[in-house]
């Protein structure tokens, strides 16, 4: 079974520029989370979807932050402007079904804010 | 507001001695609690989990005790070998449900010398 796929792995960036990271969760998971790990800390969650629709996103500094999830599959998360406090590990994870607590998590992409 | 805390960010045990993990949690609400593993530069990989009905969970070397009063669990690595060496995160879902997601500890970094 292929797990969480995510691109890039790394992203360096000036502060103001923008940037978008993508993430391809496991076949038949119709639950999708992206969470921001700052360094030093665990995963904080940032959105989830159910399908292609948005559950929480109480978390997404939505001034700078977007999200999207493309026919209930792939996913997006953007940022833009990008500040230097969004340097962090952005981790994608599905799960099978909602309320399924055993989420896979694919490798992230660590984003540096110049 | 932290609900669970890892408050030893590191640990160093000695190959074959027995590493123990501890987490604290403050919502009494939470059931249900999933240890995740966490190597450099990959996602995190789900490693054992306990129900609140239970105040032990074994898989192999790893053992999840769970003392629910005290809202505290440990896991117990024994014995201890140098591949587990990694960044161990305590997490629990909230709410339960459809709409359930993972709030993680800050991590805590366990080296194993050889």
């Known amino acids: 079974e292929a797990g969480v796929a995510q691109s890039p792995r790394y992203k360096i960036i000036e502060k103001r520029q923008s940037v978008a990271f993508w993430c391809n969760p496991i076949?038949?998971?119709?639950?999708l989370y992206w969470y921001q790990q700052i360094l030093g800390q665990g995963p904080k969650l940032l959105i989830q979807?159910?399908?292609?629709?948005?559950?929480?996103d109480s978390q997404l500094p939505k001034d700078r932050f977007s999200a999207e999830r493309l026919k209930g599959v792939d996913s997006t998360l953007k940022i833009q402007p990008a500040k230097l406090e969004d340097s962090a590990v952005y981790l994608c994870?599905?799960?099978?079904?909602?309320?399924?607590?055993?989420?896979?998590f694919g490798q992230g992409t660590r984003l540096t804010v110049v | 507001d932290q609900q669970v805390k890892q408050n030893s960010p590191s640990l160093s045990v000695q190959e074959g001695r027995i590493s123990i993990l501890n987490c604290d949690y403050t919502?009494?609400?939470?059931?249900?609690f999933l240890w995740y593993k966490k190597y450099p530069a990959e996602g995190p990989t789900f490693l054992i989990s306990?129900?609140?009905?239970?105040d032990k969970n074994e898989d192999g070397r790893f053992t999840v005790f769970l003392n629910k009063s005290a809202k505290h669990l440990s896991l117990h690595i024994v014995p201890s070998q140098p591949g587990d060496s990694a960044v161990y995160f305590c997490?629990?879902?909230?709410?339960?449900?459809?709409?359930?997601?993972?709030?993680f500890g800050k991590g805590i970094t366990l080296s194993v010398r050889p």
């Open positions: 994870a599905s799960v099978l079904t909602r309320g399924f607590s055993e989420a896979f």
């Open positions: 076949s038949g998971h119709a639950t």
């Open positions: 979807f159910q399908n292609n629709g948005v559950v929480d």
């Open positions: 919502n009494s609400m939470f059931d249900y």
């Open positions: 306990i129900s609140s009905i239970k």
């Open positions: 997490a629990a879902p909230y709410p339960t449900g459809a709409n359930s997601k993972l709030t």
